[in-house]
């Protein structure tokens, strides 16, 4: 929290906000379909995770990943699907911790169960809308991405038309919007540059 001074002299609490920082992007989270994500999670640390839709997490772990499944009849489709089964380390596919199912598979494996998990669940990633423009937009991160795996073209393109929907969507919501009425001397106060209504 700072204090900031304003025009007229009055005095007012605030919080200081890094450049570009903008609360509709910081707010809003975005769901990308976890096939497209497939570079991003090859590219994850150890200890990182990524959260899919139904609860369920994917996490990079010290010997490969760990696919964390709620217990519970909601998710039991995915945690005794053969497919997923066999792909799991060890004979046991997934062991109960907890209230999760908790599966470990090796990391060569990961685009086999993306892809069971898109296909036959329709599983998505939920990302902050900042996270998905600094993975999917930032060239400099993008290419560190794209090197890693030659299908990212596909994905890219793909985000592209998912952003320009994006787009359209939040500029319609917002010529929907009903502009705020201020008074003169708030505005003049506040220094904003805004539409007045009298």
Not at 41 to 56: D, E, K, M, P
Not at 144 to 160: C, F, G, N, T, W
């Amino acid at each position: 929290m700072i204090d900031f001074t304003l025009q007229g002299g009055g005095k007012e609490k605030g919080i200081l906000m890094p450049d570009g920082w903008e609360k509709d992007k910081a707010t809003a989270s975005v769901q990308v379909p976890v096939i497209k994500i497939l570079p991003y999670l090859q590219s994850l640390q150890r200890n990182s995770l990524v959260a899919l839709t139904n609860g369920i997490v994917l996490s990079r772990s010290y010997d490969g990943y760990d696919l964390v499944i709620p217990y519970g009849a909601r998710n039991k489709d995915i945690y005794t699907d053969s497919d997923l089964f066999l792909l799991m380390n060890g004979n046991d596919g997934f062991n109960k911790r907890s209230s999760n199912m908790v599966g470990n598979f090796n990391p060569s494996l990961l685009s086999k169960v993306t892809q069971i998990l898109q296909d036959k669940y329709s599983l998505s990633a939920q990302m902050s809308r900042t996270m998905y423009e600094l993975i999917f937009e930032d060239e400099d991160v993008s290419a560190v991405i794209a090197h890693q795996d030659p299908d990212e073209a596909y994905a890219r393109h793909q985000l592209a038309i998912d952003k320009k929907r994006y787009k359209q969507r939040v500029g319609q919501s917002k010529e929907t919007k009903k502009p705020k009425a201020f008074s003169l001397a708030t505005a003049l106060e506040l220094e904003m540059e805004m539409e007045f209504e009298f």
